[in-house]
């Protein structure tokens, strides 16, 4: 029986042995097949070991899958998102209180110098226009005389004086808002 086993092992050998026999051809290309599996797995070894380095630096030595990082990366842009779209209504609302203030803050002002009484006593009063952004405000006129001096405040509110100006409060309020109209009165 050994005997029979070796005769059959020799006649397979000897089909091999003839590498131009099908036998031989079949044997050669299961052989390379072999070794390119065995290459190309080596080659992927070596890629994942790569990956899986990038993987740790990105993921910061964490133990948690990628996609796991993902959505908890994602969870954190939300979050991150959603405080600054907060912030940011928080700074329009005060962006538009001081808007607001200010909007009542003196905007347009002129001081006018001149004689009242027609002395020569060297332009000593003064008339005053301080304007918000709407054009409201007041005008303070100081008239000096030798001997006394008097303070006058008129309220103006959208450009249109309550009391009749004089022509130098007059002067001062065109003066103050750039306005190249003619003197009223």
Same mark, same amino acid.
């Given at each position: 029986?050994?005997?029979?086993?070796?005769?059959?092992?020799?006649?397979?050998?000897? =089909?091999?042995?003839?590498? $131009?026999?099908?036998?031989?051809?079949? %044997?050669?290309?299961?052989? %390379?097949?072999?070794?390119?599996?065995?290459?190309?797995?080596?080659?992927?070894?070596? !890629?994942?070991?790569?990956?899986? %380095?990038?993987?740790?630096?990105?993921?910061?030595?964490?133990? /948690?899958?990628?996609?796991?990082?993902?959505?908890?990366? /994602?969870? /954190?842009?939300?979050?991150?998102?959603?405080?600054?779209?907060?912030?940011?209504?928080?700074?329009?609302?005060?962006?538009? $209180?001081?808007?607001?203030?200010?909007?009542?803050?003196?905007?347009?002002?002129?001081?006018?110098?001149?004689?009242?009484?027609?002395?020569? =006593?060297?332009?000593? =009063? $003064?008339?005053?226009? +301080?304007?918000?952004?709407?054009?409201?405000?007041?005008?303070?006129?100081?008239?000096?005389?030798?001997? /006394?001096?008097?303070?006058?405040? !008129?309220?103006?509110?959208?450009? !249109?004086?309550?009391?009749? +100006?004089?022509?130098?409060?007059?002067?001062?309020?065109?003066? %103050?808002?750039?306005?190249?109209?003619?003197? =009223?009165?």
């Amino acid at each position: 029986m050994a005997r029979l086993r070796s005769g059959a092992g020799d006649r397979i050998l000897s =089909s091999v042995h003839n590498l $131009t026999s099908t036998a031989g051809i079949v %044997a050669m290309a299961a052989g %390379a097949c072999a070794l390119l599996a065995l290459l190309v797995c080596a080659v992927l070894g070596l !890629k994942l070991r790569r990956l899986r %380095a990038a993987q740790r630096m990105v993921m910061g030595g964490a133990e /948690q899958d990628l996609i796991a990082h993902a959505a908890a990366l /994602q969870e /954190q842009f939300e979050a991150l998102y959603g405080y600054v779209q907060d912030a940011a209504e928080r700074l329009d609302g005060r962006m538009d $209180t001081a808007e607001r203030r200010l909007d009542r803050t003196v905007a347009y002002r002129s001081l006018i110098r001149y004689d009242a009484y027609g002395e020569m =006593s060297g332009r000593q =009063s $003064t008339s005053i226009a +301080l304007l918000d952004a709407n054009r409201s405000g007041l005008i303070l006129s100081s008239i000096h005389h030798r001997d /006394q001096a008097r303070l006058y405040a !008129k309220e103006v509110r959208e450009g !249109k004086p309550e009391l009749e +100006l004089s022509p130098e409060e007059d002067e001062a309020i065109r003066r %103050a808002l750039g306005d190249d109209r003619p003197p =009223s009165g």
